[in-house]
């Protein structure tokens, strides 16, 4: 890894020991950030989504302020958009693009769950245009479509793979240029595959501000205990909050892999973690 590296400090111990006790529940939902949500809208409903849940006036929790390259604002607007085809959800937020940078994450869409091996070579080989910024649609995903795998530049595979590892989730053997993570969903419908690009541009640490796919949320079985066992690890992990954006309470925290990109865990709040507050 290069000095000066986004977690250089981490102590990887012994990874081939999944955080078994910890063990993620599958993935929830891709954070998309834009300048105009509204504007999204009819973009995303053409390509099948509809609309679960809004929430024009979310508390940001203090806990958000390190992983902003801006200042945090008091409250957020976000809306909660559902795939027909059964994919991940995507929470779209408004973008203060207070960062410049480039998320790490690049959506696929895909008219199933899950992008085959030749749209993803595709989505990697050929510069298509956006259809919204982060979500690229390969050559031959026509009709209703939802993000059928998520490719995730880093600058370092070594980097980036032993967190998931970790978490019990190995890499296999795609191509020269990226290495596949096979994630299940909440449904077996909504699984993900994750792709990690090795792509030296992106150096730089993620920010929640961007725009584009900012973060990708994963549901776990106790927030606040993976969040310690990371922290034990020595990854750049945030304060665990609770928030309720759309009805049901979550403990919820952030984190920056070794390789800058961001995610969030959740899991339900109870009595005892839910006094926690941000």
């Not at 290069?2 to 993935?27: I, K, M, N, Y």
């Not at 909050?241 to 403990?251: K, N, V």
């Not at 865990?265 to 973690?273: G, T, V």
């Amino acid at each position: 890894m290069r000095e000066g590296a986004v977690g250089s400090g981490v102590q990887l111990r012994d990874q081939s020991d999944p955080l078994t006790s910890h063990q993620l529940v599958g993935v929830s939902h891709l954070v998309l950030s834009v300048r105009e949500p509204l504007a999204s809208g009819p973009i995303l409903e053409a390509l099948g989504y509809g609309e679960h849940a809004a929430n024009e006036s979310c508390p940001n929790p203090a806990a958000k302020t390190p992983f902003l390259s801006g200042p945090l604002h008091d409250t957020c607007a976000m809306r909660l958009m559902v795939p027909a085809n059964g994919s991940p959800a995507i929470e779209v937020l408004r973008s203060s693009k207070a960062s410049a940078t480039q998320p790490h994450f690049e959506g696929v869409l895909s008219e199933q769950p899950g992008a085959s091996a030749e749209e993803v070579r595709d989505a990697l080989a050929a510069n298509h245009e956006a259809v919204l910024p982060g979500l690229v649609c390969p050559a031959g995903a026509e009709g209703k479509r939802g993000i059928g795998a998520l490719l995730i530049h880093v600058d370092s595979l070594e980097g980036a793979l032993p967190l998931w590892r970790a978490l019990g989730y190995p890499e296999q053997d795609f191509d020269s240029r990226a290495q596949k993570v096979a994630v299940r969903g909440l449904r077996a419908s909504n699984r993900l595959d994750l792709y990690f690009v090795d792509d030296r541009k992106r150096a730089e640490r993620g920010h929640l501000d961007a725009t584009g796919i900012v973060c990708l949320s994963l549901f776990c079985k106790n927030a606040d205990q993976l969040q310690t066992a990371l922290s034990d690890r020595g990854y750049e992990v945030g304060k665990c909050f609770t928030l309720a954006p759309f009805g049901t309470a979550l403990r919820i925290f952030f984190m920056r892999n070794t390789t800058g990109e961001i995610y969030e865990f959740l899991s339900i709040a109870n009595s005892r973690n839910s006094e926690g507050g941000s």
